[in-house]
């Protein structure tokens, strides 16, 4: 059963190719406007390294909740994991070379003159933002390492050892990745805003990312299938993984919601005038289609266990999510950092390029190891799954 994906040298030309249209978009936009595209290298590195962290604890929980019908696909969320340390990296350079570009507190004259930003600047600090951001990093990477280690050696020695190993430290894992990953969006994105916080903002977030990676995840499911590989893939399968969509579709606008209602309903300048400069200064359009995107059209379209068993259904809807985690990212970036509602060549060359990045990489891992893991406890349940 043993199967490795293959990458063709076409596809690797593509995302060269796409890598070049980044770095041409990168150079001319730091002629023509450093600041904004610093937001959107920003935006990007971020959005790219939390796919990753968001298919790295989809991951976890099939361990953790000792899942039985995805086992057949766990080496593509193993691969999109092994995005994190590339994206970590990719998202340092902004957080060393572009943080007076972008972050309002990282300049002491203003800090000097900002109360508010002095009571913050023992945390909100750019040394000791890198601290924490290294033992973040640090600790993601290798958590997600080991957890590709013991997969790895399964495949080899077989038997439940590396199973039971992987099982408990995903619960480890996904411990580590609720405290930092919440903390280190506090630091990458709501501190734009600074004299903006919400107790919401950091989970909101969290919930996107799994959303996301998950959608990212059926994706590379899918095409993988219109390969020829993944030919166990039924509409059993694709009907888990469209509640998977489905109720993280839920949790996000619940999420989007929670945030919106509770600042309105308060009424405490400090706190709207996050929402205020989205609904009047110009940023109204993408503001209310982030919430048709990722909630309302996943919600309602796959309501229908036809269309949530429906391959070509399915793949329509994560590309439309890859969308909405992308409009999600500009709205929590642009109106704090370069307050231009704007979409050109910056935008789409620099997507363009960190997706070339995120394709070769991934696609890279994937091809490393055999695509359906050799001795997987489970992996016959996965393999005969009907259950719905």
């Known amino acids: 059963m043993e199967n490795k994906v293959i990458i063709s040298s076409k596809f690797k030309n593509i ?6 249209i980044g770095i041409i978009a990168l150079i001319v936009g730091f002629i023509d406007n450093p600041q904004r595209t610093w937001a959107n290298y920003l935006l990007n590195s971020y959005y790219f390294l939390s796919l990753g962290i968001g298919a790295s604890f989809f991951l976890a929980i099939q361990y953790i909740s000792q899942s039985g019908w995805s086992a057949m696909f766990r080496r593509v969320p193993e691969a999109i994991g092994s995005f994190v340390p590339v994206g970590a990296i990719l998202l340092s350079l902004v957080l060393i070379f572009g943080v007076h570009s972008i972050y309002h507190w990282s300049h002491a004259e203003e800090v ?11 945390y909100l600090n750019i040394p000791f933002m890198l601290i924490r951001y290294v033992i973040f990093v640090g600790l993601w990477v290798f958590m997600i390492t080991l957890l590709r280690k013991f997969s790895l050696l ?3 020695h077989g038997g439940t050892e590396y199973f039971v ?5 995903s619960k480890v894992f996904i411990f580590i990745l609720g405290f930092s990953f919440t903390l280190g969006t506090i630091d990458w994105i709501m501190s734009i805003n600074a004299h903006w916080f919400s107790t919401l903002f950091s989970i909101k977030n969290f919930v996107s990312a799994f959303y996301h990676g998950s959608a ?3 994706l590379m499911v899918i095409v993988l299938n219109r390969f020829g590989y993944f030919p166990q893939l039924t509409k059993y399968h694709l009907h888990d993984f469209s509640r998977y969509i489905f109720i993280l579709s839920i949790m996000y606008g619940y999420m989007w919601y929670a945030q919106y209602m509770l600042i309105w309903y308060a009424n405490i300048p400090e706190e709207t005038i996050y929402y205020t400069k989205l609904v009047q200064g110009g ?3 993408p503001f209310y289609l982030d919430i048709i995107i990722n909630w309302a059209f996943p919600f309602s379209f796959l309501l229908l266990n036809k269309i949530a068993k429906n391959k070509n259904a399915l793949l329509f809807t994560v590309i439309i999510l890859f969308i909405g985690q992308w409009l999600d990212l500009y709205l929590q970036i642009m109106p704090g950092s370069t307050n231009v509602n704007a979409f050109g060549y ?3 060359g620099t997507y363009l390029g960190f997706l070339g990045i995120f394709a070769f990489v991934v696609t890279r891992s994937l ?4 695509l359906i893991p050799q001795n997987h406890p489970y992996l016959q349940e996965s393999l005969a799954h009907k259950t719905h």
């Open 165 to 169: 190993k992987s099982e408990f430290y």
């Open 112 to 122: 000097a003159k900002d109360e508010l930003l002095q009571h913050k600047s023992p």
């Open 283 to 285: 940023w109204l359009f």
């Open 15 to 20: 995302t060269f190719g796409l890598i070049g």
């Open 216 to 218: 990212t995840i059926v």
């Open 367 to 370: 091809s490393k190891a055999s």
């Open 346 to 348: 910056i935008e789409i």
């Open 154 to 156: 399964e495949d080899i």
